[in-house]
């Protein structure tokens, strides 16, 4: 497609409950990122992809949460024991490696956990 | 670490200028942006500026940026309805790649 591409756009889960949200990124962009997004709040860096490993995994904010890209283009962020905090709406983007520094984004996955 | 920082709300007349405000704590950023979301929509960005330059203007867009104060604005000029939405500045980090910090948004309602 010509844009960032989140499945699923919602998912309901129980508590401590596994969860996996995928990003299909727009096609020839190397650099892939995570963000969440708490309501009210702006978006909170998780992890950042140069084609397949993690060049900056600095916001993932405990063990729980993993994020792979096998073959550099799709992308899939993993939660295990879900927990009612981590509520939230997934925000995937990304970018061309050389540029301005423009994030293109999905329109998120909005994760409810019960 | 990177703050970016931004009021909460803003309310104009349609017709009057708007100016959105942020402040940075990272003096080293190479790009400052700001990002538009409308409701249900995904971030898309609307401008940029780098931080060798003091203004960047784009149609009704204007961007000051105060790198002594670390402080960036957005004015849209004759807003409209349709600019009602939530405005993040951001800024990229220092470290030689991408990252990108966001701040935590500020909402324009535009009244009619």
């Known amino acids: 497609g010509a844009g960032v591409s989140q499945t699923p756009s919602n998912k309901v889960t129980e508590k401590g409950k596994y969860v996996e949200l995928r990003c299909d990124p727009i096609?020839?962009?190397?650099?892939l990122y995570w963000y969440r997004q708490s309501l009210g709040q702006g978006p909170e860096f998780l992890i950042y992809?140069?084609?397949?490993?993690?060049?900056?995994d600095s916001g993932l904010p405990n063990d729980r949460f993993f994020a792979v890209r096998p073959e550099g283009s799709v992308s899939t962020l993993k939660i295990q024991r879900t927990e009612r905090g981590d509520s939230a709406v997934y925000l995937c983007a990304s970018s061309r490696l050389i540029n301005t520094g423009e994030l293109f984004f999905g329109e998120g996955s909005r994760l409810t956990v019960l | 670490g990177e703050d970016v920082e931004q009021s909460l709300f803003l309310s104009v007349r349609e017709g009057d200028s708007s100016v959105i405000n942020c402040t940075y704590t990272d003096s080293s950023s190479t790009y400052l942006y700001w990002y538009k979301q409308e409701p249900g929509a995904g971030l898309q960005l609307l401008t940029y500026i780098f931080s060798n330059m003091d203004m960047k203007q784009d149609q009704r867009l204007t961007v000051l940026l105060n790198k002594k104060d670390k402080h960036l604005s957005l004015r849209i000029a004759d807003t409209q309805t349709g600019d009602s939405a939530i405005y993040f500045c951001?800024?990229?980090?220092?470290?030689?790649?991408?990252?990108?910090?966001f701040g935590t948004g500020t909402k324009l309602q535009v009244i009619p």
């Open positions: 096609s020839g962009h190397t650099a």
């Open positions: 951001a800024e990229t980090d220092s470290g030689g790649y991408q990252k990108v910090t």
């Open positions: 992809f140069q084609g397949t490993g993690a060049a900056d």
